[in-house]
T-cell receptor, first 115, second 113 residues
Framework: EAGVTQSPTHLIKTRGQQATLRCSPI?????VYWYQQALGLGLQFLLW???????NRGNFPPRFSGRQFPNYSSELNVNALELEDSALYLC??????????????FGSGTRLTVV | ELKVEQNPLFLSMQEGKNYTIYCNYS?????LYWYRQDPGKSLESLFV?????AVKQEGRLMASLDTKARLSTLHITAAVHDLSATYFC?????????????FGSGTQLTVLP
């Protein structure tokens, strides 16, 4: 069974540009979560999508946005990039949270560097 | 707002020794997860704890959950170098009207020969 896949692995952008990160969940999982892991700041919750809808949002500015497609894959967009957006962005998937007996599975991440 | 506190943040231990990592959280939850992260890598699921009193063991690691005390522990027995990594606990609980997985700060474990 394929795990959670993220692309690209690495992304270098210039301040002010936009970045798009992609995530494909495990087959059968309808929920996708995005986390930011900046150096020294731990894992911060960004967004949760399920069945194509945004279900919850962390404490991040509106320039962090995303969407979920009918095949449950997801995209995270970061507009007007700032240097402090440099981080490892992790995507996780699960069955709908009422059914998480097996927990959340994380992808390998996208390392975003803003210069 | 759910708070998850791990301690210690940094842990150096000798091979063969035992130690416990603690994870305290601030709200009612019966779902707690432990993950391992190697440098530059993603999160590897170690344990899923879904009820009060749950205890799970895998090799030299054992995790437990006390939902009444809002405490989980990760016990390391006879540590070996391969266990060197950062360990995170994460609590699955309601945040407002939606569930959210909130992570502790992580415990960076170094096992010394």
């Amino acid at each position: 069974e394929a795990g959670v896949t993220q692309s690209p692995t690495h992304l270098i952008k210039t301040r002010g540009q936009q970045a798009t990160l992609r995530c494909s969940p495990i087959s059968g999982h309808t929920s996708v979560y995005w986390y930011q892991q900046a150096l020294g700041l731990g894992l911060q919750f960004l967004l949760w999508y399920d069945e194509g809808e945004e279900r919850n949002r962390g404490n991040f500015p509106p320039r962090f946005s995303g969407r979920q497609f009918p095949n449950y894959s997801s995209e995270l967009n970061v507009n007007a990039l700032e240097l402090e957006d440099s981080a490892l962005y992790l995507c996780a998937s699960s069955l709908f949270p009422g059914q998480v007996a097996h927990g959340y599975t994380f992808g390998s991440g996208t390392r975003l560097t803003v210069v | 707002e759910l708070k998850v506190e791990q301690n210690p943040l940094f842990l150096s231990m000798q091979e063969g020794k035992n130690y416990t990592i603690y994870c305290n959280y601030s709200t009612t939850s019966d779902r707690l997860y432990w993950y391992r992260q190697d440098p530059g890598k993603s999160l590897e699921s170690l344990f899923v704890l879904l009820s009060n009193g749950a205890v799970k063991q895998e090799g030299r690691l054992m995790a437990s959950l006390d939902t009444k005390a809002r405490l989980s522990t990760l016990h390391i027995t006879a540590a070996v170098h391969d266990l060197s990594a950062t360990y995170f606990c994460a609590v699955d609980a309601l945040s407002g009207s939606a569930r959210q997985l909130t992570f502790g700060s992580g415990t960076q474990l170094t096992v010394l020969p």
